[in-house]
Each structure stands twice: as structure tokens, then as C-alpha cells.
């Protein structure tokens, strides 16, 4: 399993795309932005899910992180069945968030990826992609990263998707 | 667990949609479009993946399948953990389908919900749609429904999205 | 041309589909969703563009107001450059905007349709798109219609997006 | 008016989106792309419209051609208007495309833009985008450019759109 972790904008999506294309096997994507469409509308706006706040911050609540807490264990019970998993993830709460993954994820050979991007740079392609509340890249480029360990770091403000992608392939046996 | 089985164009995504907005609970939604999704692009366009022919036919192959079982396995680990989670499905296989679900699911209490619409009906809806094949939905009209066993049958020829959830939601406890 | 007025979720956009499918001809598909698509980020947002309120009212500025003229000239050199064009609207000034079409469109032929829909139905069909602001529907069911002159009414309340579109294509000649 | 003109996967969409938010007034943005869309589902698969070959080539037809010459008189009476607006083209034909956008937009004042992208890093972030059929950014990295004359090139293999857009709105009076 692999679990990509990066700031909004950082280029996480487009990584994983590379990645699957690059390597041999099968490997199924899944992320944290499927999750949050998988929750109802309502908690897409507060009310106990996930709140998006006009200066690009985010915030989570009670109702989120017990479904949330399901869902790892439900993509943890598709790596042990013997699925290949790449997850792409923001860890708004650092080495905590990683925390909640590596328990649910015992047993299961994880290979941990950073994804840096500088700030600026990801606030532009922020700009560029249009999809997103500005600010969001900004605030979470740094924070999503503290306290977290890694297997290997790559950093998109100067490489290319694909080519991050390859340096990852070559770790994964 | 709610499971939703109907051919393409049948109205089940909307339903869910209303599921989740009628049901005080949350419920997170998950559905076989999802599941294709995460796969590798090259597994969308056949090899062993998932193929949609010309004319509105989809077969799939043996990596699909084996991911697919993973996938289950995904699933069922949530509902176990505790989430209450809607899927919408297309039961190519019909009763072999169920079987499938049926195995990943042992111990959870599943309703298993019918989505019946007419074939023509649903052949219009697909053109107004317009971005799926032409000849899915009347393909998978009735087959998806051969020998599969049902809590509860609604059909949206006739009846909105929103009055067929309200169906649904009156028999989840 | 056809024009199609329609509150939100009406069923105007499959009906437009549908009507390129049934019509021998090509048409080109254009709608206000595009327009507003078209406008700068900051301008989907306020700012002397297009505001959504929560409740679902929508209400447009003077920068909107004139690049909208701008666009409306350009469909109407398209129509008269001989292109076949079907665009959805919503009239949400009710008469006074079909004036500006009709101004915009001098010695081009329309076919006028009002596309109705029940205020209930259409907010149903709102929660199972999931992707409108819940309100606007039902705000905008009645008033897009009001004092606006039609060649041809539908009703998509009971009636599929497939069968309206086969009445308007008899009126095209 | 500005008319940004690259091939696919060269990173136009995203530089469209960082001219309308860095230029003070309002700017509107249409494309190839959009018109593609309005055209009847039919017309997206060949029959005198446009065909996306399985090497990534892509081939227009004799319909396809007078609806576009419909559309590019719309754009330009937009333009006529009083309408700011920014076109992102694929020049499938080089300079013959060029031509025919110059023959419409006569007495408009305009900004001519080359995006440039290496084939190599192109093609990469076609995998990336995971939207597009592989080989179209190899096939139209060159040829777009063919004997076409601009007022400003700028190249995306190594810098960002935002940088890019810097780039021509300070050529915007």
C-alpha cells in the first residue's frame, strides 16, 4: 500500500494517476476527497462533517471523524484482501493523522510519501484549477507535513507529476 | 447497509442522494461507478479490467473481478465498524452478483432494495443524460434483476427519485 | 432557434440533449450555465456578478447585465451566420429578459418554449442532483414564466425530457 | 481580446483561469473545448463532426467546419459588444486556423499567444490529467504551431501558468 500525503494543489491526484499508469500491477486510488463526497450534502456544509472556510481553512467534526475511522478501516480490510491501494490524503492534523491510518492499517506494508509543494507555487496552481476556495493550498502546505515520517519525499514545485511518480515506483517491490 | 441494484440510467445515484438527505442519520454512499473509477485507466478500456462495447454491452475480466472481491471485503469492513453505508450496484450477474455480496456481507444486516424502471423509460433518460452509451440501459434493464432476491422493489418509470427513497427510508430502522 | 425558459432543475439540459439527438440537423447546445461558467471566478461570488444566496435566490449585478448583452449579440451572429441553436435560460426577470432576447435576436426565428415543471417535483429533483443550492428550484419555478410568450409549452412533472423533446422537434420545421 | 493558442495538455485552461483573476476587469473565456460540447453527442464520434482517433489523432469534418464558422462570428460579435474575452484554440490546422479566426475577427483588436510545451513533459501530464486519450499532447505539441505568428509566446514545460499569465496581461492595455 501507498499512502501519498500533500497540501491542497500540492498535485496528489495527478501523482496517483502516473503512478497507476507506471506500474505493472493493478492498483485501485482512493482518497480523502472520495470520502468526503461519499458523506451527505449536509455535512459537506458543517453540521458535525467537514467545513470549508472562507479563508481556505478546513475543519472537521465529531460525525466526520467516526465515519472517517470506518472508511480507513474499510480501505485497510481491501489491503489485507489483497488489493494493491494507492491513497492519496491531507493530513490536516500531522503525525496524528498519520497515527489514525498506521492503526488501522496494522500489519499491512505501508510505503509513507511526502508530497512538498512551496506554498506560492501551489497557491498559483490553486489559481489555475479554479475548483478550489483560495487559501486552501496556502494553509495547508506546511501543517499537513509536521511531525510526519516518510519513506521517501517528493516535491512538485520544480518536478513533474510523472517524474515524482517514477521515483516512487521505484520504491515499491 | 442499503443496497441498491438497478441498470444503468435507473435514477439510483439521485436516489441515494435523497437517501441521505431524508435519513437523520449520516450514511456515506459508495457505488460500483466509484469502484471503476479507482481502477487504472488501462482496466476501463478492457485488459482484464472493464470493457463497454459499442453498443451499450459491458464485460469485465479476471483482474476486475479479483479487485472487486477486495473491494467487497472494503466495504463490509465499514459497515462492520460501524458506518451505515448506501451502495448502488448493477448486479450484471444477477443472482451470482448478490451471492458475491452476499458472502462479503455475512453477518451484516443488509436491505436489499430493487430499482426497476422500464426499459424505454430508461433508454430516453440515458440520451437526456447523455454521457453514457447508447443501449446500457436498455441492456441492463431486466438482466440485473434475474433471480436477485429483494427486501423491498420501487420503480422510478412513474415515481420520483425523492418518493421512492421516502419508500426506502420507511423500512430502515 | 429554440429557446428553452425554465426555473432550476426543470429538466432542461436533458431535454436539450434529447432534442439534438431527435433533430436530423445539427444544433448547437448553449445555455446560461455556460455564460455564468464563461465569468471570471470572483464573479460567481458577487462582486457586480451572479450571487446565490443560501436560500437559493440568485440575483446578477451590472457587470453581468452587460457582459450577458455581449453574449446574447454573439448568439444571435451565430444564429445568423446559420447556425442551428437551442439555448436553456432562465428568465429570471420573467418578461423583461425574454425582451433582451427578443431585442438581441431582430430578424432571427425563434421558437419560444416554456419548460414548467411543479414546484415540488422540481425541489425533489434538486435534493437528487445534489448539486444545486437547496431552494433555487422552488424560487424559481414560477417566476422565470411570468409574462413570458410561448409557441409551445411542456411540463416535464409527469411527462419524460424524451417525449417534451419529441413535441418541440414537430414544431421545428 | 486575447487567443491563446497550444496543444493539448499544454496547460491553456489553467492559464485562462490565472489571466481572468490577475486582469483588473472582467474577462470572459470560451474554447475549443466548449464548442466541442455544444455540439450533438453524434457529432463527438465522427459523422461530419470531430473524431478522436485511438493514437490520440483527431480529424474534422465538413459540418463540424461550418458550425465552427458560425461560432467563431459569435465570438467576434461578442468582441464587437464591448466584451473582454480570452479563447484557449487548438490550431489544428496552423495557420489556416489562425486565418480563419483573423478573417472573423476583423477590425478586433487582438492578442496573439503561443503555449508552448515540451512533447515529453505534454505527454506527461496528459497521464496526469487522466481525461484526454494518450498520444493527442505528442501528436499536437508542433503542429499547432505551424506558421502561425504571435505577439507573445510563453512556454509551460518549466514555468507555472500564473507566471505565464504575468506574462500576458502585461501585454493587456
Known amino acids: 500500500m501507498i499512502i501519498l500525503n500533500g497540501g491542497s494543489s500540492s498535485g496528489k491526484t495527478g501523482m496517483v494517476r502516473c503512478l497507476q499508469s507506471l506500474l505493472p500491477d493493478p492498483w485501485l486510488a482512493f482518497g480523502v476527497d472520495g470520502f468526503v463526497d ?71 506494508d505501508v510505503l509513507w510519501v511526502g508530497v512538498r509543494c512551496d506554498s506560492t507555487v501551489a497557491a498559483g496552481r490553486e489559481i489555475a484549477r479554479g475548483d478550489r476556495t483560495p487559501g486552501m493550498a496556502a494553509q495547508q502546505a506546511e501543517i499537513v507535513h509536521e511531525g510526519v515520517v516518510y519513506d521517501l519525499e517528493v516535491d512538485t514545485s520544480r518536478t513533474e507529476s510523472l517524474e515524482c511518480a517514477r521515483a516512487i515506483a521505484a520504491h515499491v517491490r
Not at 56 to 68: I, K
Open 38 to 108: 461519499a458523506l451527505p450534502a449536509r455535512m459537506r456544509d458543517g453540521d458535525g462533517g467537514i467545513e470549508f472556510g472562507e479563508d481556505g481553512s478546513v475543519s472537521v467534526g465529531a460525525d466526520f471523524r467516526a465515519l472517517e475511522a470506518a472508511w480507513l478501516a474499510g480501505i485497510a480490510a481491501m489491503a489485507r484482501a489483497g488489493a494493491r491501494i494507492v491513497v492519496d490524503e491531507v493530513f490536516l492534523g500531522g503525525a496524528a493523522s498519520q497515527e489514525r491510518w498506521r492503526e488501522a492499517l496494522d500489519g499491512v
